[in-house]
């Protein structure tokens, strides 16, 4: 079977390296390995010790050309982990070599591995479960110490202990449920919903808790998107060069320079910004120019905050007020630039915006950032975010929370009409299904193959 067979992909960066690793895993790894593995004395690896090391040479099978010298690793399964025998061949960076020894491996009798299939077999293997499988792609993905922490936490199964603390609650909602229904001439019923109805409550408030940290959770994820536009000439780059502190985009006094959108991510105490700056939005017959704004106004569409950059050396035209009409109705940020020179813009023009949500600030001179990025902590996470808090950073942990807190709700409201107790079991059941989607107890096949596809090969 495919699940069975023995795998192995190149488990580090592709490129020019001090060390490459190529990583085996099954039950044939070692004996695949030492087929074309040469220590001193020609010694092979068939009496390597778990968790021990060998130096030697990789060799072409055929011709017992060396290709590379290597440094072998073995750890015995399940103490390894993807919780079976796996081998890594620690051999030179770089492509060629890598690729050499990569292609020595699967002549020997082992295939390419798919797309995050080695932590897969971790979680087919029980070693760990979905809820840290998940994490493992986080952490390669983190872009800030909180999301690397956070991850972290997940992948030690912070998450799922909870999860299983509440999945253990409402199976003894179940319980009790079919305890009263099997005993019908006990008469349980009304002291059963009693209790199930105090139980049901604390289930969702406790499910309500997690869902509060689930906003929080996929911005420190995923990043905050957060677009910066205005009319060319403004000080848009100039804004996104004083908050990443290096000259990422081209700044120029020549209008209409940004022609495309440019992403960078910062770092706000833990919380990533992807801050993206947009093409000036303005009218124009440039065809480049053109695809450049369209793109300005999908990315304001699709921005979790906007900051709109007014230049306050210049009066308002009826392009600034077309763009402060735009976002009026979304969350915005609006900086008045150029605070340093003289004031020509009439601030009376801003009386229907949140006069809150503007800032003076010199991006040249690097004036009002620190007071922007704390406006911009303080309009998203409701108090002081910390390495300690458990959160829901994943939305498929999200969608599975805000069901299994539907059902509940459903149960609950059985109970409070007087409808017979065995109904609001139903939902009872569905409620812990649903949360053990999360951990991968109650998972369908197709959705566990899309989760690990979204994973790098060699992980």
């Not at 450049?292 to 699709?302: A, F, H, L, T, Y």
């Not at 009826?318 to 969350?331: F, P, R, V």
């Not at 569905?430 to 999360?438: H, K, T």
């Amino acid at each position: 079977m495919k699940e069975f067979d023995t795998i192995a992909a190149v488990a580090t960066g592709i490129g020019e390296s001090g060390i490459s690793i190529i990583r085996v895993s099954g039950e044939r790894a070692l004996s695949i390995v030492s087929s074309i593995f040469t220590g001193r004395n020609g010694r092979k690896l068939d009496d390597i010790k778990t968790y021990t090391m060998r130096y030697g040479h990789i060799i072409e099978k055929n011709s017992d050309n060396i290709i590379d010298e290597v440094i072998v690793s073995y750890m015995k399964g399940p103490k390894s982990f993807t919780a079976e025998d796996t081998v890594e061949i620690n051999c030179h960076g770089g492509v060629i070599a890598t690729k050499r020894v990569l292609e020595e491996v699967i002549k020997a009798g082992s295939r390419i591995a798919e797309p995050g299939e080695f932590t897969k077999r971790a979680f087919l293997n029980g070693r760990i479960d979905l809820s840290q499988a998940e994490a493992v792609i986080d952490i390669i993905r983190a872009k800030t110490d909180l999301s690397m922490k956070s991850a972290l936490m997940q992948a030690e199964g912070r998450i799922s202990r909870e999860i299983g603390s509440i999945r253990h609650r409402i199976l003894g909602v179940i319980a009790h449920i079919e305890a009263t229904v099997d005993f019908p001439e006990d008469d349980l019923e009304e002291a059963t919903s009693d209790k199930i109805t105090v139980d049901l409550r604390s289930i969702i408030a406790e499910l309500n808790k997690l869902l509060e940290t689930a906003n929080e959770g996929k911005i420190i994820r995923e990043g905050l998107g957060v677009v910066i536009v205005g009319k060319p000439n403004v000080g848009k780059s100039s804004l996104l060069n004083a908050l990443v502190m290096e000259n990422r985009a081209i700044v120029t006094e020549i209008p209409g320079t940004t022609r495309d959108v440019i992403e960078e991510y910062i770092n706000i105490e833990g919380i990533p910004l992807k801050i993206i700056d947009t093409a000036g939005i303005r009218e124009t017959e440039d065809i480049v120019e053109k695809i450049g704004v369209e793109r300005s106004r999908q990315k304001i569409n699709e921005a979790d905050l906007i900051m709109l950059v007014l230049d306050l050396s210049r009066e308002l035209d009826n392009e600034d007020l077309e763009i402060l009409d735009y976002i009026k109705d979304k969350k915005y940020i609006i900086l008045l630039n150029k605070a340093d020179l003289d004031l020509r813009l009439k601030l009376d023009v801003m009386k229907g915006l949140d006069k809150d949500n503007v800032i003076e600030i010199s991006a040249l001179k690097g004036r009002g950032i620190d007071e922007l990025k704390e406006k911009i902590k303080n309009m998203f996470f409701r108090g002081q975010i910390t390495s300690s808090d458990i959160m829901i950073t994943n939305s498929r942990h999200k969608e599975a929370l805000l069901r299994a807190s539907e059902k509940c709700e459903a149960a609950l409201r059985t109970l409070e009409e007087g409808l017979s107790i065995d109904f609001a079991s139903i939902d009872a059941r569905g409620a812990w299904a649903d949360l053990g989607e999360i951990t991968g107890e109650t998972l369908e096949e197709d959705l566990l193959d899309k989760i690990f596809s979204e994973f790098c090969i060699g992980k």
